[in-house]
């Protein structure tokens, strides 16, 4: 419980406080479980003090000096700390949900299990502190530091981590789902385990020399990849680092491959310079699939989006009468080797219609979670669409 004489002293206000502790440096101050909420300390000096469970909710508690306090399983929800002094604090299990954190300074504070969920820590120094376990969804974190920051486990569902230095950060067993991580820094940081599912990097997000086993796509420890084993050193870097200069195709009822051969093939013969290279493939949902096609910096990125939109519907206009038209032979085939064998048994029996699902031969659709670059590299041709390809 709280010191009483302690808790009316600080009731005087921020000034009255900091005197009496100048003149008293050997106490230790109690303030645990004090009811504090909507209090007005501006400015005031808390370090080492004991306010463990107290209730802070909606105070103003910006520029105070905390360093060392204790302030665990407290109540901060909506608190202003912006430029608070919070290094090496004991907040473990604390609510600060919604709390202002702007340009605080946190470095090597104790945070695990911590709710934070929608705080604003933007600017805020976070260097080396545990956030293991800890509830950051929906957090803003743009510009803060977070260099060596332990996130083991923590939740950043929705956190906006735009230009954040998360260097050598450990984010095993994390969940960035829906995570906003353009221009992030994550040189050396520990993704193993971790969740990536939607989240949102660009190509400033810098992904060097992470360090990773392996990650889930799907929330639930579902699809991982690698599916089995480990990623080589460099591996994952090389999968999820966007490219400088991408042009993203959208396809929203499935992919004809057929077509998407002839009109990659032709934009890349007229646009020799632009060093085309399908990054990657993604199943955005809806039976939306996005190709992401990574292009020199100096590529006219919109006119070779163009082009290609256009060479693949002339494409794929002009191969569905060839499609048709295999479907109806092998109608014909059937129906006359159906009707061979009734001659031959000499039992009627009902001829049924052919009919292709779910085709994987070349101009099926293909609706595929993720699809690798080199799975379509090369030389794509159906022998039937010479012609065409031609």
């Known amino acids: 419980m709280a010191n ?80 608070s002094d919070l290094s090496k604090t004991n907040l473990n299990g604390s ?3 919604q709390a202002i954190l702007r340009s605080a300074n946190l470095e090597e504070a104790a945070l695990g299990k911590a709710n934070i ?15 293991t376990l800890a509830d950051l969804s929906k957090a803003i974190l743009i510009g803060a530091i977070l260099t060596g920051v332990d996130l083991s486990g923590a939740v950043l569902t929705g956190a906006v981590l ?12 994390a969940n960035l789902n829906r995570t906003q991580a353009l221009g992030t820094n994550f040189t050396a940081a520990n993704f193993t385990g971790a969740c990536l599912e939607d ?23 579902k699809e991982r990849r690698p599916s089995s084993g480990s990623f080589a050193p460099g591996e994952f870097t090389k999968l999820f680092q966007k490219s400088l200069e991408t042009i993203d195709l959208i396809f929203r009822n499935g992919i004809d491959w057929d077509a998407f051969a002839y009109s990659f093939k032709k934009v890349e013969v007229e646009n020799q310079g632009a060093q085309l290279d399908v990054q990657s ?3 955005k949902g809806d039976g939306i699939l996005v190709v992401r096609v990574s292009v020199t910096p100096t590529a ?4 070779i989006h163009g082009d290609f939109m256009h060479g693949y519907e002339f494409a794929h206009k002009a191969l569905e009468a060839q499609y048709q038209a295999r479907v109806e032979d092998k109608d014909k085939e059937i129906n006359r080797l159906f009707y061979l ?45 010479q012609e065409l390809l031609d």
Not at 162 to 173: F, K, V, Y
Request: charged share 20%.
């Open 4 to 83: 009483e004489e302690h808790l009316a002293i600080l009731k005087q206000g921020a000034e009255i406080w900091n005197e009496w502790r100048t003149k008293n440096l050997s106490i230790k101050v109690d303030l645990s479980k004090a009811n504090l909420s909507k209090i007005d300390l501006h400015g005031a000096n808390l370090s080492e003090a004991n306010l463990s469970e107290a209730i802070l909710s909606g105070a103003n508690l910006s520029r105070v000096n905390f360093s060392g306090a204790n302030i665990s399983r407290s109540n901060l929800s909506r608190t202003n700390l912006s430029r």
């Open 162 to 173: 735009s230009g954040t230095n998360l260097s050598e950060a450990i984010l095993r067993d």
């Open 117 to 131: 969920n929608g705080a604003d820590l933007s600017k805020a120094d976070l260097s080396k502190a545990i956030l």
């Open 199 to 221: 989240w949102n990097t660009n190509s400033y997000t810098n992904l060097d020399s992470v360090i990773c086993d392996y990650v889930y796509l799907r929330l639930g420890l």
């Open 341 to 385: 064998v009734n001659q031959l048994s000499g039992t009627p029996k009902k001829i049924s219609n052919y009919y292709q699902q779910n085709s994987q031969f070349a101009g099926g659709v293909v609706d595929a979670e993720t699809v690798q670059s080199q799975q379509i590299g090369g030389d794509i041709c159906n022998k039937d669409n």
């Open 281 to 283: 493939i993604e199943k």
């Open 95 to 97: 609510v600060l949900m």
């Open 300 to 303: 006219d990125k919109a006119k």
